[in-house]
């Protein structure tokens, strides 16, 4: 009986479905715009994972059954993003008829002045997600308040983006609740509370950084962009529709609460999601159609899936809160799943391993090392689609590089969310990239450029790296006592540090 005989990919034929995948995504923006992530992108993984699965019959010797259940593994372990997507729909839809997101919006227009708007969401963002420990929740909740009260004051959807999304990393970044914060110290062989202290040399300054030019984007464009009527008028039109009170704010206090008890994230969403039910039964009465407990009951569950319609006669307004609901998730969905589909081929061919494999051939000393790990870490975010791999696949790589050039596994860590938590969000087929779209509702690359902290990040760990600063030597293994002697009681380390 003949078998296949597996065979590895050159460097050139792994490159082939990356080329084509990236020249057909090109090609999708160029023509369709804002649109492609609503279809034909997807399309494209799809046909550059089939070309990719050819090239790994034909040449490599790869049976189709193997690839197929890869695939399908890749898909499985995006499950929980697809579910977190869709209940954040729900959440949005909901909390916009409860009023909870027009209360949000009204109280920032009346208390944050344009000048400092910008600097202040991206503070906001970052205590948020630092306690709830997620950059989707803070972005889905926080964020899409932000997003209408920088509208109202005048700012581009683009810009007031990118300052929540530079909010909400730095904050998962930093914090222990966070599931990047724990798998990346996990996967580089370092402790939690070590890699957060050492991940402050790096997130600090990039920080401060990002909140510098956010401040000087604002002062450059609030006074142009300010218009007090359309304040007003943004005020008068969500007090004529909804019933603001400061009391629904204790929806989304009461999600940061159970996040902040390290209750998971999809329980404390649909929590909040019924908390959004229930404010707006109470609140918001005159939002429902008559027909009695059947009519509201068949409203909340038509606008949890469809999302919330507004029709006050005010474009502007209509458009800022006709959103959220299970059904306008369903591109950002059909993206993840064919991006994992890619990734799962990718990665069952031997392509995506090889691919690193030539990243890693070119380190040349410890200098060096950081920026090819950096740069393993896009390489998973871009081709793998998704930040959970773009972590631990190179964490698993590059783990004996960093102990044979003798530095502690707390410089891997770090770089390994430098680069591959923070810029998932960046890449439009990435499931953090898709999520951050369809929650704030503004495309990936458009976004992208006002993402200071995402940018800035993985350049201020290649620049300390260069110039050798903060890269923590490890420390040598201390020889077991002898038979009979006891260990020296004062040569003890911190296992913290």
Same mark, same amino acid.
């Given at each position: 009986?003949? &078998? ?10 792994? @490159? ?11 090609? #999708? ?8 992530? =609503? ?10 994972? !089939? ?15 193997? @690839? ?23 959440? +949005? ?35 948020? $997600? ?12 926080? /964020? ?8 109202? %004051? ?5 810009? !007031? ?6 909010? =909400? ?12 914060? #724990? ?33 000087? !984007? ?6 142009? /962009? ?22 629904? @704010? ?21 929590? /909040? ?37 507004? #029709?006050?006669?005010? =474009? ?10 299970? &059904? ?21 061919? /031997?392509?995506?391993?090889? @691919? ?34 773009? +972590? ?18 707390? #410089?891997? $860590? ?9 810029? $998932? ?5 990435? &499931? ?22 995402? %940018? ?6 290649? =620049?300390?790296?260069? %110039? ?30």
């Amino acid at each position: 009986m003949r &078998t296949d005989r597996k065979k590895d990919p050159s460097l050139a034929l792994s @490159l082939l479905p990356c080329l084509a995948l990236m020249g057909g995504l090109s090609v #999708n923006v160029a023509l369709f715009g804002d649109g492609a992530s =609503a279809g034909p992108n997807q399309i494209t993984l799809l046909l550059s994972a !089939v070309f990719a699965a050819v090239l790994a019959k034909v040449f490599l010797g790869r049976s189709y059954r193997d @690839l197929e259940l890869r695939a399908i593994q890749s898909i499985v372990l995006a499950m929980e993003a697809v579910l977190i997507l869709l209940i954040v729909g729900c959440v +949005i839809g909901l909390w916009i008829l409860s009023g909870v997101v027009p209360t949000m919006i009204a109280l920032g227009v009346r208390l944050i002045h344009p000048a400092v708007f910008l600097p202040a969401a991206c503070l906001v963002c970052g205590v948020v $997600s630092l306690a709830v420990g997620s950059s989707w929740s803070t972005m889905g909740t926080v /964020g899409v308040a932000l997003i209408g009260v920088g509208r109202a %004051l005048g700012f581009p959807d683009p810009l !007031v983006a990118g300052a929540v999304i530079s909010g =909400a990393y730095f904050g998962d970044k930093l914090s222990p609740l966070s599931d990047t914060t #724990n798998l990346a110290p996990a996967a580089a062989g370092s402790t939690l509370f070590e890699h957060i202290r050492h991940m402050l040399y790096t997130t600090l300054p990039a920080g401060a950084l990002a909140l510098a030019g956010f401040a000087v !984007v604002g002062l450059g464009r609030g006074g142009d /962009g300010f218009d007090p009527a359309l304040v007003a008028r943004t005020v008068d039109g969500l007090s004529g529709v909804f019933f603001l009170h400061w009391g629904l @704010l204790a929806v989304p206090l009461l999600v940061i609460l159970l996040a902040a008890r390290r209750v998971p994230a999809i329980p404390a969403l649909v929590v /909040g999601a019924l908390l959004g039910a229930g404010a707006a039964l109470v609140f918001q009465p005159g939002l429902f159609p008559e027909g009695g407990a059947g009519g509201r009951y068949m409203h909340l569950l038509t606008v949890a899936y469809e999302g919330f319609t507004l #029709n006050s006669g005010d =474009a502007a307004l209509d458009q800022l809160l006709s959103r959220g609901g299970m &059904t306008r998730m369903y591109a950002t969905v059909s993206l993840i799943l064919m991006a994992m589909l890619f990734g799962g081929v990718m990665e069952a061919a /031997g392509m995506l391993p090889r @691919l690193a494999r030539a990243v890693l051939a070119g380190v040349r000393g410890a200098r060096t090392l950081i920026p090819a790990t950096q740069a393993t870490c896009v390489l998973f975010n871009l081709f793998a689609a998704d930040q959970y791999l773009a +972590i631990v696949v190179p964490g698993r790589m590059f783990r004996a590089a960093y102990a044979e050039m003798g530095l502690a596994p707390k #410089n891997l $860590s770090r770089a390994l969310e430098d680069s591959g938590t923070m810029t $998932s969000v960046l890449v439009p087929w990435n &499931t953090c990239g898709a999520f951050a779209a369809a929650a704030l509702s503004v495309p990936t690359l458009s976004y992208l450029p006002w993402c200071f902290l995402n %940018l800035l990040s993985p350049a201020v760990g290649i =620049a300390m790296a260069a %110039l050798g600063l903060a890269l923590a030597k490890a420390e040598p293994e201390k020889e077991a006592p002898a038979e009979g002697e006891s260990a020296d009681p004062s040569d003890k380390s911190d296992p913290s540090d």
